[in-house]
């Protein structure tokens, strides 16, 4: 296979952006880049933080329009526009990052005659309706039984996605959709070693409430305070989280917002990290597969980490990383000051975690797992 059609429709998920979804878009590209496969990208928005090795790839980008109703029927007419585009530039196989509106990767495969992979990272319908507006429910699950049912390949990041799919779609599929977690790149992030004096705790994300940083900076708080904490990411919770910060007196550092090319540097000289995130109501908004804990693991950082959804699957409790009960900032605090004193335990977590991030989930790893069986 000599070129591939990279294709997303959603808006909200620019190909060149700081987000985790962004990370996963490029993460892809590049194994598959690895692989000498010529990839085009076909996207609703480009992006601005363009890192310098994906700086030629070809992108072709055509805006959703309007809002609410008139946004969704303009995302299912830009899906067909991008399709068209594929189909007149060729291509060996496409890959779709799945999308609320779009059956591109159906059009191309019935098109192209070639093979398609269908991505699903979350299940869309559901958190549209939940925490957006969603005006035509009908239209989406269709477009999404016609996507699975037209590709080879529906991989799901997690398990309760993957149900989440079969639940909505024809039974004959069933055996075509596989679940593989997220992963890391291996080569961009690297262990280092433990910069002098205080260990230095990391978390890395967007400031959001289901991300559970309220309950770091407590635990920082209530901790034995022989430890500080390095907060690597920006987002809506950033205000109130600065005010609580310095409300407890922890002893926190907010770098803002900062482009994935720059996360290694930080996470470098760090001694831990953490993935405190909450607890839920409902078991089912536990589904996704976190990129933070895996890029952690490639830091060999041992991760303190709740016990929450996909995360027991990741973590190794004791050997990779503890953990612990979510949104209870005195067992975080008890476990990170555990490891804080303890700088033979971090050494044999650290090595263990590098060890599973370049064994079982490197982006390479994870590309292998979802071509299996559809490509050579």
Not at 111 to 132: K, Y
Not at 174 to 187: E, L, P, Q, S, Y
């Amino acid at each position: 296979m000599k070129r591939l059609a990279y294709l997303c429709i959603d808006p909200g998920v620019p190909v060149f952006g700081t987000k985790g979804a962004s990370v996963h878009v490029q993460e892809i590209i590049r194994s598959w880049r690895n692989r000498g496969v010529d990839v085009k990208v076909y996207c609703t928005r480009a992006g601005t933080v363009v890192p310098t090795d994906l700086e030629d790839l070809p992108v072709v980008v055509v805006p959703v329009a309007g809002k609410d109703a008139e946004r969704e029927a303009s995302q299912a007419s830009v899906a067909t526009e991008l399709a068209q585009r594929v189909i007149e530039d060729g291509a060996d196989a496409v890959y779709e990052r799945y999308s609320l509106f779009s059956d591109a990767l159906a059009r191309v495969t019935a098109g192209l005659r070639v093979p398609g992979f269908l991505e699903v990272n979350a299940p869309l319908i559901d958190e549209q309706r939940t925490h957006r507006t969603l005006h035509d429910e009908a239209a989406a699950g269709r477009t999404l039984r016609i996507q699975v049912a037209a590709a080879a390949r529906t991989v799901c990041v997690s398990d309760p996605v993957a149900g989440w799919v079969r639940e909505r779609v024809d039974g004959r599929h069933h055996d075509r959709i596989r679940t593989v977690a997220n992963g890391v790149n291996v080569r961009r992030i690297r262990p280092s070693a433990e910069a002098p004096g205080k260990p230095v705790v990391a978390f890395v994300g967007t400031l959001k409430p289901w991300h559970g940083v309220e309950t770091l900076i407590e635990a920082q708080a209530s901790g034995s305070r022989e430890w500080s904490l390095r907060i690597v990411g920006d987002g809506p919770q950033g205000p109130r989280l600065r005010a609580l910060a310095a409300e407890v007196e922890a002893e926190v550092e907010f770098t803002g917002s900062v482009p994935p090319e720059s996360v290694p540097a930080l996470l470098a000289g760090c001694s831990i990290a953490a993935a405190p995130y909450p607890d839920t109501t409902d078991a089912g908004d536990q589904y996704f597969s976190p990129l933070k804990i895996y890029e952690y693991c490639a830091a060999g950082l041992p991760v303190v980490a709740s016990r929450v959804g996909q995360v027991p699957h990741i973590i190794d409790d004791g050997v990779t990383g503890l953990l612990v009960e979510p949104s209870d900032p005195f067992a975080l605090a008890e476990a990170i000051d555990g490891l804080a004193a303890a700088p033979l335990a971090r050494a044999a977590m650290s090595a263990a975690a590098r060890r599973a991030a370049t064994q079982r989930h490197s982006w390479d790893t994870v590309l292998n797992r979802i071509t299996e069986e559809v490509l050579p």
